[in-house]
């Protein structure tokens, strides 16, 4: 497209610049951005504040639950530490200690765990970052708590039928971590690869981790 | 019995298939997020009245919402119950938030 053109008996004009981003503003989105307006004037709080604050939300990342869960795997002490008091254990790896109870839940070769929250969406956000939409989801809160080993199928994931399946319903003041089993064959893997094999759905559950 | 539960208490009714869905956060929506993040901070609000203001949301309301559309409605709320805004003062800002970009600004 020319960037000056006209249109049919127009004058030569102009359009804006195509942004990357879709920011039409909706009502919700103009509420935002007036709250923010009053909260920095009245000082609550200051535009380099909220920038700070979600920078820190992007650098929140399944990699650091991942760290912990290899860690887990190699440190048969630490392992003990994350089953006892996951928070700190988490601080114990320069991790957050977090704002509220974190309970790890291992997987054995008896039971899979899986973490839901039928409320709403809490989730271990300083350990794995924001939760994807499908966990936020009116299908997954609904059906994990009674048809968990459908859910677990639609994820591709199947567990043998002599194994429990666990399921754990977080709330505001407490989350669930799940330590996913350690894959077979990595007997000499060094924590930092081991930490490659941890995705975030190994876990919240809804899968197993990934095979070496 | 699900009369008597609120509209967001949905585990074990029936629902359909998991879709794995998933998107990236927009701008805005990190930005409901780190309000609320400060606000706790702060001791300007707390997590169980942002959940009170969205599980008192109607059912249509809670369902066409998104979750980050629930967030700042209940943001709001929180903070015109607390008297920390006024929903005049709030009103009036997002109608200039709004001529400002129909001027194109």
């Given at each position: ?21 879709d ?35 992007d ?69 794995l970052?924001?939760p ?76 197993f981790?990934?095979?070496? | ?81 607390r ?23």
């Amino acid at each position: 497209m020319t960037e000056r053109h006209q249109h049919e008996q127009g004058v030569p004009h102009r359009h804006p610049l195509r942004p990357d981003q879709d920011d039409t503003l909706t009502y919700w989105r103009a509420m935002e951005i007036a709250l923010r307006e009053l909260l920095i004037e009245k000082r609550l709080t200051s535009a380099d504040e909220v920038r700070r604050e979600v920078e820190a939300m992007d650098n929140r990342s399944p990699v650091d639950g991942a760290r912990v869960v290899a860690r887990a795997w190699t440190d048969p002490q630490y392992q003990q530490l994350l089953l006892m008091d996951a928070n700190a254990a988490c601080e114990a790896l320069g991790l957050e200690r977090g704002l509220y109870k974190l309970i790890v839940v291992e997987n054995t070769d008896q039971v899979h765990n899986v973490v839901v929250c039928t409320l709403c969406s809490c989730y271990p956000r300083f350990l794995l970052g924001l939760p994807p939409d499908w966990y936020k989801s009116r299908n997954y809160r609904s059906r994990m708590v009674n048809s968990p080993r459908e859910v677990l199928r639609e994820f591709g994931t199947v567990v043998p039928d002599d194994v429990v399946v666990r399921v754990h319903d977080s709330n505001a003041d407490m989350r669930y971590l799940v330590l996913p089993r350690r894959p077979a064959g990595t007997d000499d893997w060094s924590e930092e690869q081991l930490a490659e094999l941890v995705t975030r759905d190994a876990m919240i559950g809804v899968t197993f981790a990934a095979e070496p | 019995m699900s009369n008597y539960r609120g509209v967001h208490d949905i585990g074990g009714v029936p629902a359909g298939e998991v879709v794995p869905s998933e998107h990236d956060y927009a701008l805005w929506e990190k930005r409901v997020d780190a309000m609320m993040v400060l606000l706790s901070k702060k001791g300007l609000m707390t997590v169980d009245e942002l959940r009170r203001n969205i599980e008192s949301l109607g059912a249509d309301a809670y369902d066409e919402m998104s979750y980050y559309e629930r967030w700042v409605y209940a943001i709001a709320q929180t903070l015109i119950q607390r008297g920390v805004i006024s929903i005049d003062e709030l009103g009036r800002r997002i109608s200039a938030v709004q001529a400002r970009s129909d001027d194109g600004t």
